[in-house]
């Protein structure tokens, strides 16, 4: 019997030696450690022994189970780090592989106007204006004669951030900033095209 239970014991190893995948080493598993497993059939041999072999039977079977547990787990570990590794090698990535072109949008109707109308200011030797679209009161109304309790401000819907900034309404505010960094050095040529916050009615020359 002892010769039987180091046969069952070598065919297991060889068994887990030669799996190749993980679903392999689970059949392997099922074969010899399962619920009618070979090892399983070794312990209900025992029944037909005599008394006094029974314990050193017992004990040697529990060698070879626990001897087929430990390689299964050793060719798990094997297997799983096998598995990743092939995993990581086919989805990697060729970083020296050309990428998509993606298609270029075109651009805006409004800006091409914008940009077009500033091409022929410039041409005529204008300056094209930039200034910030959070303005002060003090640009956007004051300096335009339009001081806190002018009727005009009544027909501008004004969104302001606080009493002193706001979203400028038009873009006269860079026209102000513009006269004051001249400092009196007048005439000036420039326009002042950007975008502004305010109520308009629709017609051809707003909005």
């Known amino acids: 019997m002892s010769d039987k239970v180091m046969q069952v014991q070598e065919e297991a190893l060889a068994a887990i030696e030669q799996a190749s995948n993980l679903e392999q080493l689970q059949q392997v598993k099922i074969q010899y450690l399962g619920k009618k497993g070979s090892i399983q059939a070794l312990m209900s041999e025992m029944k037909a022994l005599p008394p006094e072999e029974k314990p050193a039977f017992g004990q040697k079977v529990n060698v070879c189970k626990d001897t087929v547990a430990k390689a299964l787990e ?30 270029l949008g075109t651009t805006h109707p409004l800006v091409m106007i914008q940009q077009e109308i500033e091409d022929l200011f410039l041409s005529m030797g204008y300056k094209v204006a930039e200034g910030p679209e959070v303005e002060q009161d003090y ?16 027909m501008q819907d004004t969104f302001y951030i606080d009493p002193n900034t706001l979203l400028r309404t038009h873009t006269t505010a860079m026209q102000m900033r513009e006269l004051e960094k001249a400092k009196g050095q007048v005439p000036i040529k420039l326009i002042c095209p950007g975008k502004v916050y305010r109520r308009d009615d629709d017609d051809a020359t707003h909005s």
Do not use: M, Q
């Open 139 to 154: 640009y956007n109304f004051e300096l335009a004669n339009t001081p806190k309790d002018h009727p005009a401000r009544d």
């Open 74 to 103: 050793s060719k798990e570990e094997v297997l799983k780090i096998a598995a990743l590794a092939g995993k990581l090698e086919a989805e990697k990535i060729d970083v020296t592989l050309a990428g998509d072109i993606h298609k």
